[in-house]
């Protein structure tokens, strides 16, 4: 299972990115090797996280938590409120996994929740400096912050 963060990179989830974007590359590859066995590969990528599970409140409750950073703290709130607009619901992703498991093609990403498609078609389409732009607007955040 991978999510959006393993395809854009998101604020207050720079590790959570990191081990999604290697997850990503680890599964493409494998997908390629163990085609001519006939062994398929699948990528489920809910938005965001998925509520309702324990990794959904972790993720939610515990991004970035610390008081030692108050210049941060607008940021963090500003972030934490748009995660939580945008998370992928358990049954959501429960009938995607069925819809990979059962369908029987060579597919290899599939995504659900809300946003996924306008988030990656903007990542694949805009400049880095208009991406970066769009992000910040998406997660509400100001230049100053």
Known sequence: MSVRAGLVGLPLLTL???AKY????FSE???YE????NIGVKLIEPSGGVSGTDLGKRLGTERAQTTSLVDYDEFIACTNAAYAKRMATAGEVAQVLYE?????TGRLRYFCGE????LLKSKRDMPDE???EFMRSRFQ???DI
């Open 100 to 104: 990979a498991a059962t369908d029987s």
């Open 16 to 18: 959570y990115s990191a």
């Open 34 to 37: 163990l085609a001519p066995l």
């Open 130 to 132: 208009k991406f970066i």
């Open 115 to 118: 946003d996924t498609d306008d």
């Open 29 to 31: 590859a494998l997908a």
């Open 141 to 143: 955040l100001r230049d």
């Open 22 to 25: 290697a997850l990503e590359g």
